[in-house]
């Protein structure tokens, strides 16, 4: 599986904008997806989690209110919509997909967007 992240940019606090992750390959094998963040100088942190069928989702507690992540599973997309965004949101987003193929387990990571909130 191979995933390709965009959307990210330059946007004031308050603004808004959506990622896109889109996958290719074996995406059928896919089960999880999820967005994952880092700033500079620290650890990559969990944003938000989907499910298969997107029925159910997890969010940080940082983004909850704010953050809504969705799939497409027909286009093989997922997407983060970040509204109200902060200054501390600034930081490379990433694109996670967990599955199984051919009897093992994999975690598929795209290059990541840069998201900058200016104050």
């Known amino acids: 599986v191979q995933l390709v992240e965009s959307g990210g940019g330059l946007v004031q606090a308050g603004g808004s904008l959506r990622l896109s992750c889109a996958a290719s390959?074996?995406?059928?094998?896919?089960?999880?997806m999820g967005w994952y963040r880092q700033a500079p100088g620290k650890q990559r942190e969990l944003v938000a989690t989907?499910?298969?069928?997107?029925?159910?989702?997890n969010y940080a507690d940082a983004v909850k209110g704010r953050f809504t992540i969705s799939r497409d599973n027909a286009k093989n997309t997922m997407y983060l919509q970040m509204n109200s965004l902060k200054p501390e949101d600034t930081a490379v987003y990433y694109c996670?997909?967990?599955?199984?193929?051919?009897?093992?387990?994999?975690?598929?990571w795209g290059q990541g967007t840069q998201v900058t909130v200016s104050s």
């Open positions: 989907i499910t298969s069928g997107g029925g159910s989702a």
């Open positions: 390959g074996s995406t059928f094998s896919i089960n999880a």
């Open positions: 996670n997909a967990g599955g199984h193929y051919l009897g093992s387990y994999y975690s598929a």
